[in-house]
Nanobody
Framework: QVQLVESGGGLVQAGGSLRLSCVAS????????MGWFRQAPGKEREFVAAITLSGAGTYYTNSVKGRFTISRDGAKNTVYLQMSSLKPEDTAVYYCALNKYYSDYDVPSHYSYWGQGTQVTVSS
């Protein structure tokens, strides 16, 4: 099994920055992607960013390109989401997830393991 634990959320003013962390434990080898998703109240969960387990490939939804950066530290089994120039519309619960079996990186149902989520609130 795989366990994912996120941290780093909080309250920040618009234009500010936060860094989210996701520590993975368990059987994470032979996986395709680690991803970040977010869900705002009353909305569906949406893809934010993903990274291949090798770290060679990174992918972003258009609304965060140039503002968010996903990275990983293999030695620590940790994936990060550095968020800058935050906007009120970035407010959501952010989840990290692990995709072990599928080559699509932006489909929530293709991720088998999920963390508990961390709240990010951006005030205007």
């Amino acid at each position: 099994q795989v366990q994912l634990v996120e941290s780093g959320g909080g309250l920040v003013q618009a234009g500010g920055s936060l860094r989210l962390s996701c520590v993975a434990s368990g059987r994470t080898f032979s996986s395709y992607f680690m991803g970040w998703f977010r869900q705002a109240p009353g909305k569906e969960r949406e893809f934010v960013a993903a990274i291949t387990l090798s770290g060679a490939g990174t992918y972003y939804t258009n609304s965060v390109k140039g503002r968010f950066t996903i990275s990983r530290d293999g030695a620590k089994n940790t994936v990060y989401l550095q968020m800058s120039s935050l906007k009120p519309e970035d407010t959501a619960v952010y989840y990290c997830a692990l995709n072990k079996y599928y080559s699509d990186y932006d489909v929530p149902s293709h991720y088998s393991y999920w963390g508990q989520g961390t709240q990010v609130t951006v005030s205007s």
